[in-house]
């Protein structure tokens, strides 16, 4: 399995506040009472995007995530998807199947992520178990059960 960066780092600040748990997987902004539905890593605009495994992959365009890919693939026996967003370029044609480590995208600041300093530029990153789950965290599991939690640094 492909890290979806090269450099995998947990974004630290949330709108100018240092909160990197609000970045994580889970029940993690507003003091645990609103979810956080994947990662959110620190990646400047024009950072490389890359596939975590072979798969299909296909675009989206949403108000709140932007410009995303869905990368579907399968891991342990079930068919699970990497969801990308706040993207600013698709590097390759879609739909189409990818490799694992392609560069598939260019990470930006599309959707929700337009009114956020510059500075937190990221990719959200999330695994979901189904192409296009609600709100919350339904359909979703964090991403280190499938990536490991040795691929990224999240400075406490």
Not at 45 to 66: C, E, F, H, I, M
Not at 80 to 94: D, G, K, P, W
Not at 136 to 146: S, Y
């Amino acid at each position: 399995m492909n890290a979806p960066l090269d450099n995998m780092q947990i974004r630290t600040n949330q709108f100018r506040r240092y909160d990197p748990i609000s970045n994580t997987h889970g029940m993690v902004r507003q003091q645990g009472h609103r979810p956080h539905q994947g990662w959110d890593l620190q990646a400047g605009v024009g950072t490389p995007v890359r596939a975590v495994a072979n798969g299909l992959v296909w675009a989206k365009q949403s108000k709140d995530y932007g410009l995303s890919l869905i990368l579907q693939f399968d891991a342990n026996g079930r068919t699970l998807y990497a969801f990308y967003a706040h993207l600013s370029e698709i590097t390759v044609n879609v739909p189409c199947s990818v490799q694992e480590g392609t560069v598939i995208a260019r990470s930006g600041m599309s959707g929700n992520a337009k009114s956020i300093p510059v500075a937190e530029a990221h990719l959200h990153f999330e695994i979901r178990t189904t192409p296009s789950p609600g709100k919350g965290l339904g359909g979703r599991i964090d991403p280190g059960e499938v990536l490991g939690y040795q691929y990224y640094v999240c400075p406490l």
